[in-house]
């Protein structure tokens, strides 16, 4: 014997299923027919994007080379998001278009603040386990995509974003720990705000303390203050 009631269940559950899926796929075609419209500005033979002066000597080239991936983190409060956004800054300021994949707490007031052109923003606050998916649509055109996994990032996943960033030229940023290590990893160890006195005044800038280590041409640890 069976309950009918569970077969009606099972639908309605297969059904709501099938309707999530749907609505993520459609985001998906969304995302790509955006990607085909977005040509790049910067021109495909210039290897390295421009970053702001004071992160050049991070890097190696003094920029963000293409077909890179750069893995950007720090613990609360050491100023790994404004650095995050001073970086990708650059290149947007430059012409390249930039996109933020699954960081709701970043919005375009601070992506602004930190010089990111809005005109060439794109923001994907809450991909949900669809972000390797979205991630790859986004990097077919557009120059440089930051993403926060929102669930576990799984090496697999990594191998397969980081080939399509190299067979894009474009440039992957990963806020948080990357499982198969990347090219070049900026780790802010915090940071020191100035402009406060005994109690009273205004914050007129912030100091972060950066390493930044990688592989191959980054291998090579470099320290620095940057001030934001």
């Known amino acids: 014997m069976f309950d009918s009631r569970e077969v009606g269940l099972a639908g309605r559950v297969s059904a709501g299923t099938a309707r999530t899926a749907g609505r993520r796929a459609a985001e998906v075609r969304e995302l790509r027919e955006l990607a085909g419209k977005v040509a790049p500005v910067v021109l495909a033979?210039?290897?390295?994007?421009?970053?702001?002066?004071?992160?050049?000597?991070?890097?190696?080239?003094?920029?963000?080379?293409?077909?890179?991936?750069?893995?950007?983190?720090?613990?609360?409060?050491?100023?790994?998001?404004?650095?995050l956004l001073r970086l990708v800054a650059g290149p947007s300021a430059a012409g390249s278009w930039v996109a933020l994949v699954g960081m709701p707490s970043v919005g375009a007031v601070a992506a602004a603040e930190a010089g990111v052109d809005l005109s060439r923003l794109a923001l994907v606050p809450a991909p949900g386990g669809h972000w390797?998916?979205?991630?790859?649509?986004l990097l077919d055109a557009i120059d440089v995509v930051v993403v926060r996994p929102p669930t576990r990032f799984r090496a697999a996943d990594a191998r397969r974003?980081?080939?399509?960033?190299?067979?894009?030229?474009?440039?992957?940023?990963?806020?948080g720990n990357h499982p198969d290590g990347a090219d070049v990893r900026l780790t802010a160890t915090g940071s020191t705000w100035r402009g406060l006195g005994a109690g009273h005044g205004v914050l007129a800038s912030r100091t972060v303390d950066v390493v930044a280590t990688g592989r191959g041409a980054a291998a090579r640890e470099r320290r620095l203050a940057i001030t934001l």
């Open 45 to 83: 033979g210039e290897q390295v994007l421009p970053v702001d002066d004071a992160l050049a000597p991070l890097l190696p080239g003094g920029g963000l080379r293409r077909g890179s991936v750069v893995a950007v983190d720090g613990p609360p409060g050491s100023g790994a998001t404004s650095l």
């Open 132 to 137: 390797p998916m979205v991630t790859a649509a």
């Open 161 to 175: 974003l980081a080939a399509r960033t190299r067979e894009r030229g474009g440039v992957l940023v990963v806020v």
